[in-house]
């Protein structure tokens, strides 16, 4: 019983991911390590321990910086489980914390809604941006890694003009927007020196949710039965253009939150808070989410551990520029473990293929040479074969 349980387990495309999600990371810590070794040999030991265990001793930022790429990480994988690739969560993002910014600046709300409704707005801000990939994909069948792109610079300049003509949300001494009020602000979890705040509780959540919807619904069945094969699902009775371009609402709305939280979070600084600098370069935290989601394999549970695992590498990491080492470093790391979680499970189920074959091989061998022990076995005392023979004749 125990061995069956076991062998169900191990055959099961979750441990599967995850095994090779592991041997991603393996490698990835190892070439990084190498490539340290190379560029300062005799501190390359202790740079590897800060990237690996410096994030147990700050995980209050551990959280705070793994709130937003979790939510981005989500929206790419939820697009994923569709079969659309969502390259547009930086726009997205961005578009996010715009609305965020204004509903923190134009509305004059009690402490305990005011975030809410930001949050909101933020989510609002992202559906909004991410109904046009999905509008061109399911209507004029245009690629939606072309148009989101697109709309990643699109939504960057677009943003950066809106807050530099703002007089409200823009200060042009600090080229940074104005410090938002309390009470837009994101309860903090009281973590010394860290800006975590309740949003990895929300985040957390709704990836249980759309974990839930995508494998215990009829809708999350539709939506991945498209993604599965787009004309099969229409020709079950499913709406495969609705699909797409709802999809593309709930992938947009994820990374919108995940701008809300990023710009909504208190700051260790009492009085002031997070602010956003109009510089003209998309956020790197969209891009961030689609590592997270190669990581996570696309599940929103995977998801929330592999965007908890880059934000402490990525802690350790700016660690190591104490040490001489360039902070860019964990940049490396992190670029070569995603490389490898992109094509370790191809590896593994060609290994996989490749042993199974074998063993069908084997196995018909066997088969074969008993066969042909059983064909050219001499008699046994007391067979009856020639009496048979004779009765025959």
């Known amino acids: 019983m125990d061995k069956t349980w076991i062998k169900k387990i191990t055959k099961s495309k ?4 995850f095994t090779s999600a592991l041997l991603a990371i393996f490698l990835g810590l190892i070439i990084g390590f190498i490539v340290m070794l190379f560029a300062r040999p005799e501190r390359a030991v202790a740079a590897l321990q800060k990237i690996l265990f410096y994030g147990f001793t700050d995980l209050g930022n551990v959280f705070y910086f793994a709130t937003p790429i979790m939510m981005t990480g989500l929206s790419v994988g939820f697009a994923f489980k569709m079969g659309l690739f969502n390259i547009g969560a930086s726009g997205q993002y961005t578009l996010g914390m715009l609305f965020a910014l204004y509903a923190g600046f134009t509305f004059d709300l009690p402490l305990g809604i005011h975030w809410i409704v930001c949050v909101l707005f933020g989510m609002l801000g992202g559906m909004l941006w991410g109904i046009f990939p999905g509008l061109f994909k399911a209507y004029f069948n245009v690629n939606e ?21 703002s007089a409200k949300m823009y200060v042009p001494t600090t080229t940074r927007t104005a410090y938002l009020p309390q009470s837009a602000q994101l309860p903090a979890l009281g973590i010394k020196n860290s800006s975590a705040n309740i949003a990895i ?6 990836a249980i949710i759309l974990f839930i919807i995508l494998n215990k619904t009829t809708f999350g069945y539709e939506l991945r039965a498209t993604g599965f094969n787009k004309h ?16 593309m609402m709930i992938s947009g709305a994820l990374a919108g939150l995940g701008g809300a939280f990023a710009i909504l979070a208190p700051s260790t600084i009492a009085g002031s808070s997070q602010t ?17 989601a190669l ?3 696309s599940s929103p549970i995977g998801i929330i551990f592999s965007s908890i695992f880059i934000s402490h590498i990525q802690r350790g990491g700016t660690q190591t520029s104490i040490l001489g080492f360039k ?10 473990i995603i490389y490898f979680s992109a094509f370790s499970l191809v590896i593994k189920m060609a290994a996989g293929r490749l042993i199974t074959k074998m063993r069908h091989s084997k196995g018909k061998e066997e088969v074969d040479q008993a066969l042909s022990e059983e064909t050219y076995m001499p008699d046994k005392p007391g067979d009856n074969t020639d009496d048979i023979e004779e009765k025959e004749v």
């Open 14 to 17: 979750s441990f599967s991911a």
């Open 145 to 165: 890694v072309i148009t989101s792109i697109m709309f990643n610079y699109i939504g960057t300049y677009l943003v950066d003009m809106l807050v530099k003509g």
């Open 201 to 206: 509780f929300i985040a957390i959540a709704l």
């Open 232 to 247: 099969a699902s229409q020709y079950a009775g499913m709406n495969g253009k609705k699909n797409i371009v709802i999809t």
């Open 276 to 292: 956003y600098e109009p510089i003209n370069v998309i956020a790197a935290n969209g891009f961030n989410g689609i590592a997270v």
């Open 295 to 297: 990581l996570g394999n």
């Open 327 to 336: 902070p860019e470093i964990i940049d490396v790391v992190v670029a070569i």
